[in-house]
């Protein structure tokens, strides 16, 4: 899966940096990675299973198209929560509360922006994908042994956020709302993410990249 994130995130860097022309902004021609970190509010029916858990994190690229408005942005969320088991698992003789539960869900999402000098504002949507974990639990003659089953789930991601441009890197906030096809203990998944983080200037690190791959798309 790993190989999978890196070689999706290698191939929109080339994309970007092979397709850019147009006006020159801060954002023209240029290739941006971001980590963040903040927390994950299960929402609805969710909060019967999951509850928030510190932290929550993310990191992706901010690739411009031909017009800087507009971008696209692989971004890997991994999410943990506490955990209580609602439905009883016949592979196992003991029911799990107080655990807990992750999801490292990868989202392929594309938006746009809009620039007031330093200050950005954006927004938005894309589909997902990733890994999801639920904790199980087997009481044997002298131990507990604690299990976790992992499915692969399926989704949407959606958000806002604005980021602030200081020398040498962008501050920035992002409020989110994901939600998944895939069920956990029969109920939807959707939470509401907040993430703060920071965003720096990798386009001569993807030239590079670019420069390697280019001969062999060629």
């Known amino acids: ?29 240029k290739v941006y990675y971001f980590a963040g970190t903040g927390l994950a509010f299960p929402l609805g029916k969710t909060k019967e299973v999951l509850s928030p858990k510190v932290f929550a994190g993310s990191m992706g690229l901010d690739i411009s198209l031909k017009n800087p408005k507009y971008y696209v942005m692989p971004t890997l969320y991994m999410l943990s929560f506490n955990y209580d088991q609602k439905i009883p698992d016949p592979e196992y003789n003991r029911m799990i509360e107080n655990g807990q539960s992750s999801l490292y869900m990868l989202s392929l999402a594309g938006g746009m922006r809009r620039q007031w000098k330093r200050l950005n504002t954006y927004a938005y949507v894309g589909p997902t994908v990733g890994l999801s974990t639920e904790p199980r639990s087997n009481v044997l003659p002298e131990v507990v042994k604690v299990s976790y089953k992992r499915n ?24 989110g709302y994901m939600y998944n096809i895939n069920k956990i203990q029969n109920r939807p998944f959707q939470a ?7 965003k720096s200037d990798i386009t001569k690190l993807s030239d590079k990249v670019v420069n390697i791959i280019k001969p062999i798309i060629d």
Not at 154 to 170: L, Q, R, S
Not at 192 to 198: A, C, D, E, N, P
């Open 152 to 175: 692969i789930a399926f989704g949407t991601k959606m958000g806002v956020g604005a980021d602030y441009m200081f020398k040498g890197f962008f501050l920035g906030a992002e409020l």
């Open 192 to 198: 509401i993410t907040f993430m703060v983080g920071l």
């Open 1 to 29: 899966m790993k190989r999978s994130i890196l070689f999706i995130i290698t191939f929109f860097i080339s994309l970007a940096a092979l397709a850019q022309t147009g006006v020159d902004t801060i954002h023209y021609r």
